[in-house]
């Protein structure tokens, strides 16, 4: 999952429906959006004339001789920065919009704003005039903002010779273009497996209806989230999931081993020469986990914390496959899935196609929606505003009438199309001066969802409403999602919590016929859910190890399958499996580079920050505006552990997410 907080800093380190029943009259503000009917040529137009500005009044900037004060420095850059918000969308179009010519002129864009953001992190004349400023008079939050600057200026060699800032250059230059291209072929590669109706059994009927046969009795499925997952769980011909399987984990195979292994060392080259031991090390720094030794501790405490619990799942998953194959010794990655949904069916009497027929895509959405309103007292309505396709939703959203925010939703897939769930910072909000404005990206079917797709749904949902509660500030910098990196996980991964409790689920799931989802099913899925769930943490923890080891080691010592292999057999508790490349379809290892950890150290803090609610209720108004005022709204004002002790009256604990995972057992 990608979320883009667009700071300079960040990028270096990157680089290197319906609404509820009582909706009011749409507002008509076209302007406040972009013209995405702009054909490719415009939009290049478009970004050559913004940086060019930006480029001049940066020019001005670096010559400027007058006293360095923090409104004269900063008030100068801030308005550069809010003006070069005009491209900021980029980042989006390449992966949602449906011409390949505007992805194209949105990648070179991207590669462009990239050279900028390194010019600004390299210039000396800058670096001087932010370190003269006199903060005696400065809040707190402008002493952390000018204390940030200086440190990104320092990690991106600002202090070193010329050859040594050149070389810098070019290699985020290269950085940024390997990283499109790996993100290209996994968006536009989509295997395919021909399959026929009888090896559908199992399917619910709505799927088996949407995949006619052809006139050879042939059915096409796609790697793609709405064939793969369904099936996944719920096809009972096994070859048919390995299939599958195998053509999802080879999409971008072999293209991407290469780049993926030019990005690896590039990435090394640029930290090594910024003096940094390795690349991870570079992305680490300023983050709250701090180093690499720290993520590998803390991945190894979680992975001891969830290590009988996950042997447990694993055990009963390999039991309920021996009833089918007497000979089996390992539960293989495409059975996983399929078997856990079994186990729940037979011991938990839970059969998840029930469970579907009550989360009907719009009705989430709603659902959704007034979970937002009644939480936090605001109004969501629609957005009069031009879209990119016709299955997106433009929406404001409103507290006391006024408009706080919008956002676009682009919710089912499409060819071409970024292949899974995400959200995109397209304008940082800023205290009286502009609106936050966000994009989502998902890959839902239009009817009946998994109830795991409500969870992520609601996920995503999250970073959305980060983005328009926090766009409090004064300064770009540290307004909207500004904070550290590792932290902006934790807001979506503490919301997902709503999505299995039963007042909230009751307001919005129903079925085709108006009946409201049962108390009793929703109690039945709370007491299946814990199950397989250590061993999912398990996976996810080799994924992070996998992003770890990448990027902490000297490329030259490792290749990339053999070292995959190891770390798959030392973390996951699911075995390799022969011909498969999971690491070029993997998008996080360019996105996050070293930095997956940061799923499971996001979530150590949302268990953390849950018990408020668990104490005070769910719908506990109180507890709700309490956690947007002094978690969500500061941005990047104050380190995020400051924000969370606010909250919490104490300081941020990994005990008990390790406890949790340790009683799951």
């Not at 960040?10 to 008509?28: D, G, I, K, M, Y």
């Not at 006199?134 to 440190?151: C, I, K, N, P």
């Not at 983005?467 to 904070?483: E, K, L, R």
């Not at 997902?496 to 929703?522: C, H, K, M």
Request: proline residues 4%; contains cysteine; aromatic residues 10%.
């Amino acid at each position: 999952m990608n979320r883009f907080t667009f700071t300079l800093a960040a990028l270096l380190l990157a680089c290197a429906t319906q609404a509820a029943p009582t909706t009011p009259t749409p507002v008509s503000t076209a302007a406040d959006g972009w013209d995405f009917s702009l054909p490719g040529t415009q939009l290049e137009v478009l970004c050559e004339t913004t940086l060019s500005q930006a480029k001049e009044a940066f020019v001005a900037i670096e010559n400027d001789t007058s006293p360095a004060t923090l409104q004269g420095v900063y008030g100068a850059y801030d308005q550069m920065m809010l003006d070069l918000q005009a491209i900021q969308h980029v980042w989006y179009l390449k992966s949602v919009h449906p011409d390949a010519q505007v992805q194209a002129a949105a990648e070179q864009c991207i590669e462009d704003y990239s050279d900028f953001a390194v010019t600004i992190n390299l210039s000396q004349s800058f670096y001087r005039r932010v370190a003269a400023i006199d903060l005696g008079q400065a809040s707190a939050a402008e002493r952390l903002m000018v204390t940030r600057r200086l440190r990104d200026f320092r990690q991106a060699g600002v202090d070193r010779d010329q050859a040594t800032r050149d070389r810098v250059r070019a290699l985020i230059a290269e950085i940024t273009e390997l990283g499109s291209s790996f993100d290209r072929n996994i968006r536009e590669d989509s295997g395919q497996v021909s399959t026929t109706v009888t090896q559908l059994a199992g399917l619910p009927e709505d799927f088996i209806a949407g995949h006619p046969a052809d006139a050879q009795g042939n059915i096409q499925l796609s790697t793609d989230y709405p064939d793969y997952f369904p099936v996944m769980k719920y096809a009972s011909d096994d070859d048919l999931r390995r299939q599958l399987f195998m053509a999802r984990m080879n999409i971008a195979t072999p293209q991407n081993a290469t780049i993926l292994r030019a990005l690896i060392e590039t990435r090394h080259e640029l930290a090594t020469l910024l003096n940094y031991e390795s690349y991870a090390a570079m992305a680490m720094d300023g983050l709250m986990i701090g180093n690499p030794q720290n993520a590998q501790d803390f991945l190894s405490a979680v992975g001891n914390a969830a290590q009988k619990s996950a042997a447990r799942d694993m055990s009963i998953l390999l039991q309920r496959l021996r009833l089918d194959d007497p000979e089996a010794t390992a539960v293989e990655a495409w059975q996983s899935t399929y078997l856990s949904n079994l186990v729940r069916q037979e011991d938990y009497a839970l059969d998840a196609r029930e469970v579907r027929e009550y989360f009907d895509f719009d009705k989430v959405q709603a659902g959704i929606f007034q979970l937002t309103e009644e939480l936090f007292s605001v109004q969501i309505v629609p957005w009069e505003t031009n879209t990119w396709h016709p299955d997106v939703s433009a929406w404001e959203i409103r507290e006391q009438g006024q408009p706080i925010g919008r956002f676009y939703l682009d919710m089912h897939p499409r060819d071409n199309k970024y292949k899974h769930a995400a959200h995109w910072t397209l304008r940082t909000g800023l205290r009286d001066r502009q609106l936050p404005l966000s994009g989502m990206a998902t890959n839902f079917p239009r009817g009946l969802m998994e109830h795991t797709q409500v969870e992520t749904f609601l996920h995503e949902f999250g970073h959305l409403l980060h983005n328009m509660f926090s766009g409090t500030q004064d300064w770009v910098d540290i307004s909207g999602m500004s904070m550290e990196r590792d932290f902006v996980e934790a807001p979506s991964q503490m919301l997902e919590q709503w999505v299995w409790d039963y007042d909230t689920l009751s307001r919005f799931a129903s079925n085709a016929q108006g009946q409201t989802i049962p108390r009793e099913l929703v109690a039945k899925m709370n007491r299946t859910r814990h199950f397989g769930e250590a061993a999912a943490v398990a996976s996810q923890l080799f994924y992070a190890n996998l992003s770890l080891n990448y990027y902490r080691r000297d490329p030259a010592s490792f290749q990339l399958l053999p070292l995959l292999q190891q770390l798959q057999a030392q973390y996951s508790p699911i075995p390799y499996v022969a011909g498969t490349h999971f690491y070029n379809v993997f998008g996080h290892l360019n996105g996050y580079s070293s930095n997956y950890y940061i799923y499971q150290w996001s979530q150590a803090i949302a268990t953390d920050l849950f018990e408020q609610f668990r104490k005070n209720g769910l719908q506990d108004r109180a507890t709700a505006t309490a956690y947007r005022r002094k978690v969500l709204a500061p941005g990047g004002s104050k380190p995020a552990a400051d924000a969370v002790a606010d909250f919490l009256d104490r300081p941020f604990s990994t005990t008990a997410y390790k406890q949790y995972l340790e009683q799951l057992r």
